[in-house]
């Protein structure tokens, strides 16, 4: 089968920008589409700004940000994805916004074998699956944030999805110059089922008055030599995508350990949701 030269990505927030910017920067050819021309231009905007500082950082060249933004394009209208050979869905973590787009996807893209790839942090990817024409081309292939610096990607095939498809999807991860593990279908796969109920122990610890946020951080930064301690991670995953992949946790496996403490919850209804709404367990500028 032909390499895979067209990759679609709908959804350009912290995840769906962050897999752009890497295929493109790989030599991809990337097509992104978002719902509105207001969130198409925020995607590009915070593509951009990695790009920008990639190069500041000195992981690639003027050059090869210009070529990698000439092999990018955007659009809010789904249909534009009609060519793709590959596309990774990284919507907002919610079981119905990702059908329907899945379904939609299913429908616009033409080839019959091209794959269909979620970035679902927790969402059972057999449900998603059976809600396309093509289960055996629908597959879990969960990076982590940021995407541009973390390593791993998590492929996770669903009792349907066929092997063509899994060696399809690690043949992209390849290409992306990251390293893929295999995981079942399990809620949280693997590197979420040990680390949120970490992070959801740091909120609860909070919440009890037990300690103050930023030395619960600096006990794991200092302590543990975790690059970020668990507020400040939690920050920068969102706290409703947090909250999300939690509740979707909880709902497999009832262990209280996975439900999502009150604080959080009323933070998220607050709209103090990290590091994107500028205020989280810290504030942050611009
Ligand atoms: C919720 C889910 O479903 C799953 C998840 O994703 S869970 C979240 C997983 N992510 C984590 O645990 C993140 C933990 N934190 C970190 O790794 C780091 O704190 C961080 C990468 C986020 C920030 O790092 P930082 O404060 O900028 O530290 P710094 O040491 O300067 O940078 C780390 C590296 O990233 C590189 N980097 C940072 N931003 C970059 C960018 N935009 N483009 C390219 N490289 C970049 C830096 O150059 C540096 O590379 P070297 O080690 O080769 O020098
Ligand atoms: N944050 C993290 O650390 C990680 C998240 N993930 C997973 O990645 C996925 C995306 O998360 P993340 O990037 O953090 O979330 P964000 O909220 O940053 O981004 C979600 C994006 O999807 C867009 N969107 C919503 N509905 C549609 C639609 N119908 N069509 C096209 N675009 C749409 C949103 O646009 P708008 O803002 O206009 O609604 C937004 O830009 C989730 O499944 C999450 O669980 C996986 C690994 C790590």
Redesign the pocket.
Known sequence: MDPVTRLGV?????????IAEVAARHGIDVRV????P??VE??RRRLTASLDEGVRRGKLGEEQRDQALARLSFSHD?SDLADRQFVI?????NRD??T??LRALDKVVEDPAAILA??????PIVDLAVATERPAQLIGM????PVPVQQLVEVIPALTTSQETVQRTRDVVQRLGKQAIQAADRSGFVVNALLVPYLLSAVRMVESGSARPDDIDRGMELGCAHPMGPLRLLD???L??AQ??AESMYEEFKEPLYAPPALLRRMVAAGHLGR?SGRGFYTYDG
């Open positions: 709908v959804g350009c927030g912290l995840m769906g920008s962050g589409a978002e719902a509105t207001d969130a925020a995607g789904l869905e990284a919507v907002a973590e916004i990702k329907d787009v979620t970035n679902t942090s927790s969402i969960h990076f982590f944030n920068l995953i969102g409703d995508t999300a992949v994107k």
